[in-house]
């Protein structure tokens, strides 16, 4: 049995969502002109997260992707929490002031962040209490510092990220009195998610990654074509840097234990993740917050598991490597994608692809009929065979859509199979997890007349 | 000029042996030719500049020179007949659904066929005539409207069947048609070596051409041409004439004074081929098929197949020039539809040789119709540019049209449907043209059923009411730019459904404008008619009323607050425009005319009246928003609205009195409503209009108002038997030959223009006669619906043209209106047409082939109409327009 096309379709259309800038905002024209976003589970429920979001106060937009483990818990915190922790970061003291003011005498709130979300990207109502007080411990230590200095993005960034992950880990120690959130809570800090996180302001492109997702930038050659910048580096055991790093962090002693078949204690892939607290905490810690928490935590053989040659704690940071670009007229645009998209997909034919989507220019060599002996079949057949090749894209409204449709359904020839894609997306739940990965993907258009 | 004639001739040789089509590859020898000296010096001066010598420059050359015109220079920027006249596919086709173009191309054919004769320069002529292929009902049906034209002017033509046209041309596969339509006469000719004929026989004549030589910009002077600026110097002349095809729009812009020439040029594409195993005869059949949107011809054994896609190419030929339009790239991508088309039509050319796929520009206009005539703006500025890939057909024609009107200050056949002055300036933006082309060219097969609209370049113009009327269901027309309401669509309605069905037959909205017909009868309606072209012309003496006195056949010396229904006629009579004028003051007039005149009249009026600063005229189209209240209880409506007695005897028919409407004050309220319904016409200053709209409707619910469009509007005046100007009447018509004596004051005391012409057909009768007829055998449930241009035959013999038509619901009859003339059954002289004898007859309208009986009026019905309260007889047989 196959899918029929509407059918796989409606299946990969379901989640996709699409963002244009407004041409002109009243102030400047901006360099992003929007973006397009998609993802496809093979989870259940799905253990990926997005977020997008236009900075109010300050100049810039964020997009990110976050790809959770053990559970979606901490990928869905971060991708709500982690944008006000980067826009607070990097907001001057007096505005900080303006909003500890509004919020102190109950006043209406400026508005920090404009979200641009999927009707399914939700945030936790119940949470939010609890979030903000955190958010709002923040400002208020930024308040106190004071440093005077003007803000940089790099470490805004960087601050953010670190300060995050401390509140998942702080509010899990803590616990709270509401027996629902004190379980999220602690499902957060023990459950994991990497982050990949671009800020992009004029021309200047920041890109936050701790974790194995990635981000690559496109960029159109003089001659048409289309090749890939990285802008991240996997955090992982491919990755010798961070090899190197996790090695020298710990004593000798553990040199042969830290890394086991590519995982971090043999367990884990990333080696810089939020959460994860069982790479974190110490034997004692994590033994006295799951012994209070509540029965279904201690009922968990997966919490309760301490990884072997625990030693040293901690292990697993989520500090980001930060990277910063300037935009040049030949970069078109950016893609944010998890681990699902780049272990099916090389990042050249990523390029590739999303570039002749957005130019809707197919480089394929016209044809010129020139001296050779063609006869009217012989060129129907061939033109034929040549709009079957692009036709794939008149399907998509939307680029993360046209990639992920690539990523499944692509054959040897690099074209997309109808049989292939259906096959791929009729796997039933508990087997889809084998042949496939959660795949989330932004991609960001860039403005080559402003930049 | 003798030295010049020689030079000429020697190209000419040479072309006969070398401008076969395998010349297309080799343009290098043409870019070679280029560092030749020019043999001859630019004459100083000129009668005639033209500026362009492909197949349309040419041939005004010719006709203009065959008309006595001998001052005359020809200037090509490259080589004669090079630019897109060299890359036409050489097909002369009649089968045109315009009547005017299928005279033109008829002309054309009839003179390319005689024209090697005439000028001993081989031009290829070949008779092989041509079919047309249906694939569908509709497109069977649209061929027949065109065989009945054809046949009425004596061009043979037959519908034929799938397998005669199998037996016609052995290629075609004929699995999927239903019918077919043979044009015998139609031709397959070499274009360029037409275009060397035209300048050869020129040349004899007198013109001296210059290739090589470009025209950088026009030298204007006081509103008239002076001469020409060209890279080899000036020259000065009294006409010059843009036949610069796809290059005309920026020439038109390039002057000190800017002349809109709307076209924008498309690359299109045809396939060569290698011949067949065993060669195409030369006089096979030219095959279209338009639901393929495909042609073929025969070509040298092979053949040569093009077409029209669904998603044309636009281009920009902004700073380019001849030589890289030249250059253009082969787009086997894009002609792939094309190709698949041709593989179905005739699978056997599968394994047929590919040649060449040539690219080779072509000029569209907006309105799929060429643009001829003067310039509205510069005096001896003609224009003949924008064939729609027709220039090979229509150029014979269009350039005897053309010369005729520059010699005898206006053609021998009314060419308003091509006239230069049918657009303003609102129709030459750039971004317009490029939206617009792209669905002309696509057009040019597609299925065009009655009353059909442009998609593209709407809105541009719109009434204050647009939103609010959109609001309530309307559904928009657009004519000059504005858009106009056919007809409102009632809630509940499935939206979807309308005007998808486009049909020959009954369409869908029938009961809706039934139910708009019926409230005008019986209550009151509403029509935003806010596109009318609306003049004020006043002066501080008595100038303005004598310069008008002069310029309309009707008398305007009348009481302040009277309106006048007349015509601006020409010297021979007939309509330039037709229009209401309301006398505001002693010395100041209020004209209000058809929404596409805006151009003409202006220029008209502007030429005609005399250069007196005291005598002011002014546009204020864009200052009034004008609604129509149709219907019996108009009269209650606006009396309630402006607490003012509005019966018959505080206000007559025909009367205009500033009043205060709602809260609105200076309400221009005209006793008219265009249809010979009871009902007035206010014209409301624009920022009122919303305030009176919302007046009228509020007041309105209790005598039953509703929103109606210009679809009941034209079945209303068309069953009051009411011409209207551009569609029934023209520069041809006359007063006397549509009924309207009365509007014509021959006596008034004073001279008039056409007053001469008026007089003599007073004595002598008129050679054609408005007619009203009623459809007898028809029903409108399950036959075709007569649209215009169908043929009527009086007792069985062709006696004419119907110019529009409406279903009446009051009659419950298609009315049918047009011209009736009466030939000489033997010697087909034009004879006067008297009351008698369109009485006398029996008649018949041709539609597609099928004929119906019909029923001849002079006059109207006035007993159907006794729910007349007013007495408004004047009004009655007076006038409407669209």
């Known amino acids: 049995f196959y899918l029929t096309p509407p059918q796989v379709n409606s299946i990969l259309k379901a989640n996709e969502y699409s963002f244009k800038v407004p041409e002109f905002d009243g102030k400047n024209v901006s360099s992003v002109l929007g973006f397009d976003s998609n993802q496809l589970p093979a989870n259940a429920p799905i253990e990926d997260r997005r977020s997008a979001a236009t900075c109010l106060q300050t100049r810039g937009m964020l997009l990110g992707v976050f790809d959770g483990h053990a559970g979606c818990a901490c990928a869905q915190a971060v991708s709500e929490r982690l944008f006000y922790y980067i826009a607070v970061s990097l907001l001057p003291h007096e505005t900080l002031l303006e909003i500890e003011n509004a919020v102190e ?116 050659e003089e001659d048409g074509s289309w090749s890939a910048l990285n802008l991240s580096y996997d955090h992982n055991a491919q990755n010798e840097h961070e090899v190197e790093r996790v090695k020298m962090e710990h004593p000798k002693s553990e040199e042969k234990t830290l890394v086991k078949q590519d995982r971090l204690l043999g367990l884990l892939m990333p080696f810089r993740a939020f959460g994860d607290v069982k790479f974190k905490w110490s034997i004692e810690l994590q033994k006295r917050v799951i012994e209070s928490g509540p029965d279904q935590l201690n009922d968990n053989e997966y ?149 | 000029a003798a030295r010049m004639f020689l030079r000429l001739l020697s190209g000419v040789r040479w072309r006969m042996t070398n401008l076969k ?109 041509s079919i047309s292929l249906a694939q569908t009902q509709d497109r069977l049906i649209s061929l027949k409207r065109i065989a009945s034209s054809l046949k009425v002017m004596g061009i043979p033509c037959e519908i034929i069947t799938p397998k005669q046209a199998a037996q016609l041309h052995p290629l075609i596969n004929i699995h999927d048609l239903v019918g077919a339509m043979y044009v015998p006469e139609d031709a397959l000719v070499s274009s360029a070596n037409v275009s060397l004929a035209l300048a050869t026989a020129a040349s004899r004549n007198g013109v001296q051409i210059h290739e090589r030589t470009s025209v950088s910009h026009v030298s204007i002077h006081k ?21 610069a095809g796809q290059w005309a729009y920026e020439l038109g812009h390039s002057g000190e004074e800017v002349v809109n020439i709307p076209l924008h040029a498309c690359e299109h594409f045809y396939l060569l081929t290698h011949p067949l195993k065993e060669p195409l005869a030369s006089n096979l059949p030219t095959v279209v098929d338009p639901d393929g949107r495909i042609y073929i011809r025969n070509w040298q054994g092979g053949i040569l197949s093009g077409g029209f896609e669904k998603n044309p190419k636009p281009l920009f030929t902004e700073g380019r020039n001849q030589l890289e339009i030249q250059n253009l790239q082969e787009d086997w991508d894009h002609f792939e539809p094309l190709l698949s088309a041709l593989l179905r039509r005739m699978p056997d050319l599968e394994a047929l040789q590919i040649m060449q796929l040539v690219n080779c520009p072509e000029s569209f206009t907006p309105d799929m119709r060429c643009i001829m005539g003067e310039s509205p703006t510069v005096r001896g500025y003609f224009v003949l540019a924008g064939m729609n890939s027709a220039g090979l057909s229509y150029g014979g024609g269009a350039g005897k049209y053309l010369a005729e009107w520059m010699v005898n200050g206006y053609p021998s056949e009314n060419v308003w449907p091509l006239d230069l002055k049918r657009f303003g300036s609102l129709q030459s933006s750039r971004t317009f043209l490029r939206h617009r082309v792209m669905e002309v060219m696509p057009l040019m097969c597609d299925l065009k059923v009655p009353r059909w609209d442009f998609q593209t370049g709407r809105q541009l113009r719109t009434s204050p009411l647009y939103d609010r009327l959109d609001a309530q269901g309307a559904r928009w027309m657009e004519k000059h730019g504005f858009e106009r309401v056919k007809y409102f669509v009632p809630p509940g309605k499935d939206l979807l459904d309308l005007d998808r069905s486009k049909t020959f037959y009954k369409p869908d909205w029938f009961d809706i404008v039934g139910a708009e017909v019926k409230c005008c009868k019986e209550a009151v309606c509403v029509i935003d008619m806010s596109s009318f072209t609306k003049f004020e012309i006043s002066s501080t003496g008595n100038q303005a009323l004598e310069s008008l006195q002069y310029l309309f056949s009707n008398d305007l010396d009348v009481p302040v607050g009277h309106v006048v229904h007349t015509g601006m006629l020409n010297e021979k009579g007939g309509y330039e425009n037709d229009c209401s004028i309301a006398r505001l003051s002693k010395r100041s007039f209020f004209m209000i005319s058809p929404t596409d005149q805006q151009v003409h009249c202006w220029a008209w009026l502007k030429s005609h009246l005399p250069n007196d600063s005291n005598l002011t005229m002014e546009d204020v189209t864009w200052k009034y928003t004008a609604l129509n209240l149709i219907g019996p209880r108009a009269v209650d409506v606006l009396s309630e609205l402006s607490y003012a007695p509005m019966t018959a005897e505080h206000f007559p028919s025909l009367f205009c009195k500033e009043m205060s409407v709602g809260y609105a004050n200076g309400i ?10 009871p009902g007035f016409v206010l014209y409301i200053p624009i920022e009122y209009a919303l305030h009176v709209y919302n007046e009228v409707m509020n007041m309105g619910q209790k005598y039953g108002i509703r929103n109606a469009g210009y679809y009941a509007l034209r079945s209303l005046r068309i ?74 035959f009086r007792n069985g013999r062709y006696v004419g043209k119907t110019t529009s038509s409406a279903y009446s619901y009051t009659l419950e009859r298609h009315v049918c209106l047009g011209f009736v003339q009466h030939f000489d059954e033997k010697t087909g002289e034009e004879l006067v047409v008297t009351t008698d004898f369109i009485n006398q007859g029996d008649y018949e309208i041709d539609i597609a082939g099928q004929r119906f009986q019909a029923k001849a009026k002079l006059y109207p019905f006035s007993s159907l109409f006794t729910q007349r309260r007013r007495k408004d007889e004047v009004e009655l047989s007076s006038y409407q327009r669209e």
Request: hydrophobic content about 35%; aromatic content about 10%.
């Open chain 2, 223 to 243: 509103g008239r041409v002076t001469g020409v600026e060209t890279d080899r110097g000036p020259i000065q002349c009294q006409y010059f004439v843009n036949c």
């Open chain 1, 105 to 220: 005498s109950g006043r209406a709130l400026l508005p920090i962040l404009q979200w641009h979300k999927h009707p399914n990207d939700y945030f936790s109502k119940e949470a939010s209490k609890l979030y903000f007080n955190s958010l709002r411990t923040y400002w208020q230590e930024l308040i106190d510092l004071n440093s005077g200095e003007t803000t940089d993005v790099k470490e805004a960034l960087v601050n953010a990220f670190k300060r995050l992950d401390n509140d998942i880990s702080l509010e899990a120690q803590v616990g709270d009195p509401n027996s629902f959130l004190n379980y999220l809570v602690l499902r957060v800090a023990f459950s994991g998610a990497t982050a990949c996180v671009a800020h992009v302001d004029g021309v200047d492109l920041h890109i936050a990654n701790t974790g194995d997702s990635r981000a690559m930038l496109g960029v159109q």
């Open chain 2, 719 to 792: 069953e009051k038997f009411f011409a209207f100007w551009g569609q029934d009447l023209d520069a041809f018509t006359t007063p006397m030959e549509c009924g309207r004596e009365f509007q014509v004051k021959l006596e008034k005391g004073m001279q008039f223009v056409g007053q001469e012409a008026l007089l003599e057909q007073k004595q002598n009768g008129v050679y054609k006669r408005f007619t009203m007829f009623i459809l007898e055998d028809h029903d409108t449930d399950t036959d075709l619906w007569p649209w215009w241009g169908e043929p009527i």
């Open chain 2, 668 to 677: 221009r309220v005209m006793s008219i409503t265009h249809t010979g319904e």
């Open chain 1, 303 to 451: 919490t309760k598991f301490i990884p072997p040659n625990y030693h040293t704690p901690p292990y697993l940071t989520a500090e980001p490597e930060v990277i910063y670009h300037r935009l040049r007229p030949q970069d078109k645009f950016l893609v944010l994608a998890t681990d699902g998209l780049w272990e099916t997909m090389h990042r050249q034919d990523v390029a590739r692809i999303v570039g002749e989507y957005l130019t809707g220019v197919h480089h394929q060599q016209p044809i010129a009929v020139g001296g050779y002996k063609v006869t009217l079949g012989q060129m129907h057949g061939l033109l034929a065979e040549r709009r079957a090749r692009i036709s794939s894209v008149f399907e998509d409204q939307n680029a993360a859509t046209h990639l992920i449709r690539h990523a499944v359904g692509n054959n040897e020839f690099g074209t997309v199979d109808h049989e292939r894609l259906s096959k791929m997306l009729s796997l039933p739940e508990e087997l889809a997890r084998m042949y496939r990965d959660d795949m989330t993907i932004t991609v960001v258009q860039f403005n080559s007349h402003v930049i």
């Open chain 2, 21 to 129: 089509w395998r010349g297309l590859t080799c343009s290098q020898r043409s870019t070679s030719n280029t560092a030749e000296p020019h043999p001859v010096a630019l004459p100083a001066q000129a009668q005639v500049v033209i500026c362009g010598g492909g197949i349309i420059g040419t041939s005004v050359a010719y006709h203009l020179s065959k008309m006595g015109w001998k001052d005359i220079v020809l200037l090509e920027q490259g080589r004669l007949a090079a630019g897109s006249t060299r890359f036409c596919a050489g097909i002369v086709s009649t089968a045109r659904p315009v009547s005017l173009e299928l005279k033109m191309a008829d002309y054309s054919n009839k003179l390319y066929e005689q024209l090697e004769q005439e000028t001993g320069v081989n031009t290829g002529y070949v008779k092989t005539g």
